[in-house]
C-alpha cells in the first residue's frame, strides 16, 4: 500500500463554491432553461476551479449551520439596506433643490480577513450613495453621496455596522 498520501483531485471547497455561483448564475437569469443551465454550470465551474487554486481564501469561510444562519440574515440585512439606501436616493433625485454633503469619509472594520473586508467593501459599493474608494488594513475609504458625519466611529456604524457583526460569523 502506498504511504505517501494522495493528492486531492479537486481542491478543497470546489464543491461549495461551485454551488454558491451556480445558484447566483440561475437566480440572475430566471430561467430553468437547459441551455442556460448548462451554460452556468461550466462557466461556474471554470470560475470555481481557477479560484480554488489559486486562493485559500474560500476554505477559511465557516461553512457551519452558524454559519449559514449568518449569510442568511447578513443577506436579509443586505436587502433591507438596499432597499433604504434606493429610497434615500429617490428622495435626492426628485428632490426639488439638491440639499447633499458629498465627501470622503474612513470607515473602520473589525473584520480580519481579506474575503469577509472585501465582501463589505462590496456590500457597502452596491448600496446607492456610497462607493468604496480605497482598503487599507482595518480601514475603507468610501465616498458618500451624503456624509452624515466624519467621525470614523460614527460613519463605521453607520456604513459597516448592519453587516459587519454577520460578516464576522461567515469570514472571520
Known amino acids: 500500500m502506498d504511504t505517501k498520501r494522495r493528492k486531492a483531485v479537486a481542491p478543497q471547497g470546489l464543491l461549495s463554491l461551485w454551488v454558491v455561483l451556480f445558484v447566483v448564475w440561475m437566480a440572475a437569469n430566471s430561467t430553468l ?3 442556460v443551465a448548462l451554460l452556468g454550470a461550466v462557466l461556474t465551474f471554470a470560475l470555481a476551479y481557477a479560484f480554488t487554486t ?3 481564501a474560500w476554505r477559511r469561510i465557516r461553512w457551519t449551520p452558524s454559519g449559514f444562519y449568518h449569510f442568511l440574515a447578513y443577506t436579509g440585512t443586505f436587502l433591507v439596506e438596499l432597499v433604504k439606501a434606493n429610497v434615500a436616493m429617490m428622495k435626492i433625485v426628485y428632490s426639488p433643490r439638491i440639499d447633499i454633503k458629498p465627501g470622503v469619509v474612513r470607515v473602520r472594520t473589525k473584520l480580519k480577513s481579506p474575503i469577509g473586508r472585501l465582501a463589505l467593501a462590496n456590500t457597502i459599493a452596491l448600496t446607492p450613495g456610497s462607493l468604496v474608494l480605497d482598503v ?11 456624509v452624515q458625519s466624519t467621525d470614523t466611529e ?3 456604524a453607520a456604513m459597516a455596522g448592519p453587516f459587519e457583526d454577520h460578516l464576522e460569523k461567515v469570514f472571520g
Open 33 to 35: 432553461a437547459v441551455e
Open 136 to 146: 487599507k488594513d482595518e480601514l475603507l475609504y468610501i465616498h458618500w453621496l451624503d
Open 154 to 156: 460614527v460613519a463605521s
Open 54 to 56: 489559486s486562493s485559500d
